[in-house]
Nanobody, 119 residues
Framework: VQLQASGGGLVQRGGSLRLSCAVS????????IGWFRQAPGKQRELVAS?????????AASVKGRFTISRHNANDKNTVDLQMNSLKPDDTAVYYC????????????WGQGTEFTVSS
């Protein structure tokens, strides 16, 4: 199983950024994918998730600003996180992870991608 996150960088306050997670080695439709983040000195938190049936869930702090979506094209599975109206508090390392349908834990993790929102 491999999850590869990409798309980090530096963005100004109020700007937008799109993260992408390339997923392979699992049955995509049978897994929910989540985006987590961890800011310096803080606990990791779930930002958004999407099930195999495209049911989405968002943390209260990002609802209305972030949109998670999943795609399968040319046998490539990706889960994107579109982030708008970014705030300095969104600065963190972002990780994508997979949770098999019927289970409660995200057990497969990708490496993080970091971005900073400048004020």
């Amino acid at each position: 199983v491999q999850l590869q996150a990409s798309g980090g960088g530096l963005v100004q306050r109020g700007g937008s950024l799109r993260l992408s997670c390339a997923v392979s080695g699992l049955i995509f439709e049978d897994h929910a994918i989540g985006w987590f983040r961890q800011a310096p000195g803080k606990q990791r938190e779930l930002v958004a998730s999407i099930t195999g049936g495209s049911i989405t869930n968002y943390a209260a702090s990002v609802k209305g600003r972030f949109t998670i979506s999943r795609h399968n094209a040319n046998d490539k599975n990706t889960v994107d996180l579109q982030m708008n109206s970014l705030k300095p508090d969104d600065t963190a390392v972002y990780y994508c992870a997979a949770r098999q349908w019927g289970t409660s834990d995200f057990t497969s993790w990708g490496q993080g991608t970091e971005f900073t929102v400048s004020s």
